[in-house]
């Protein structure tokens, strides 16, 4: 098959683009960097450098494609982030359709079935209603949890304040996901012959927030590390304080909200909660901790 992937060769791409070329396919991975085509050539892919905000650009990398993995970038600038990320998704609704490409896998998010109350994850409701219009094109919607990399984040707040927190309590159940099980689930779906628009949920573990602190505290010698739960404010301050932009710090703020209240995770607890990856938290970590 011949298979157009973007996400460059970041947590996700990197690995998928090589359980493809494994096994045959003719993989082009689109990267917004020319210096990462010498890289991706080294994979056995073809490198196809350009803007995914780009119609013109993501049409020419997608025809003759029998299928493409779609990834909006997660962060699109500092302001107008919402806007921003569908207006990419445009311009991948667009290319498909232009391109004649058939069978499609999008990289979507637990709580992308909400409009709102969701923070950034709003963008990928929008999108997955784009792709949900494409005629003639089979999508599966990969529905993501909450990626266990995140938790890298929270590396100067242990060093600083001997704590992990954040805007839910420590005992609500979050699914939790490793961007290696993505790039397997996504490879398994852009290989089958699949047809209408289908959501497929992509969980490594569901775990609670005292449970993630508890495993990481024993991973790095801090058997005591607890989960604190902060206010909106508190929460929102903390990240601007860090250096985040108002409007991401708002955004992520408002995800945080949407756990607590288990809006997000609502529609995947609805569908049996299913957990399909196979990294589990003691295993990332191990990971995480060569970073602490």
Do not use: C
Request: charge should be negative.
């Amino acid at each position: 098959m011949k298979i157009t992937i973007s996400g460059s060769l970041g947590n996700i791409g990197k690995s998928l683009a090589t359980q493809l070329v494994a096994v045959g396919h003719d993989v082009t991975v689109i990267s917004s960097a020319a210096d990462r085509k010498e890289a991706i050539e080294k994979l056995g892919a073809k490198a196809a450098i350009g803007s995914v905000s780009d119609p013109e650009f993501l049409k020419e990398a997608f025809v003759g494609a029998d299928a493409v993995f779609a990834m909006t970038p997660p962060n699109m600038g500092g302001a107008n982030i919402i806007a921003n990320t569908v207006e990419a998704g445009k311009a991948f609704a667009k290319a498909i359709t232009e391109s004649g490409v058939k069978r499609v896998v999008m990289l979507s998010s637990i709580g992308a079935d909400l409009p709102t109350g969701n923070g950034p994850i709003a963008g990928l409701y929008h999108i997955e209603n784009l792709y949900r219009d494409l005629q003639a094109v089979s999508v599966t919607f990969l529905r993501a949890g909450l990626f266990f990399t995140n938790f890298y984040n929270d590396i100067p707040l242990i060093k600083g304040m001997g704590i992990m927190g954040a805007n839910y309590p420590g005992t609500i159940q979050v699914p939790m996901v490793y961007p290696e099980d993505i790039a397997t689930a996504a490879s398994e779906e852009l290989q089958k012959n699949t047809e209408g628009k289908n959501i497929r949920y992509i969980v490594s573990d569901v775990r609670t927030p005292n449970e993630v602190a508890q495993v990481f505290g024993a991973a790095i010698g801090k058997p005591e590390l607890p989960w604190v739960e902060f206010t909106d404010e508190q929460s929102l301050q903390g990240m601007i304080q860090a250096g985040l932009p108002n409007e991401v710090a708002h955004l992520y703020t408002e995800m945080g909200t949407g756990f607590r209240n288990g809006t997000i995770p609502a529609d995947f607890e609805l569908q049996g909660s299913p957990v399909n990856g196979s990294t589990k938290l003691e295993d990332f970590a191990q990971i995480w901790a060569t970073r602490f």
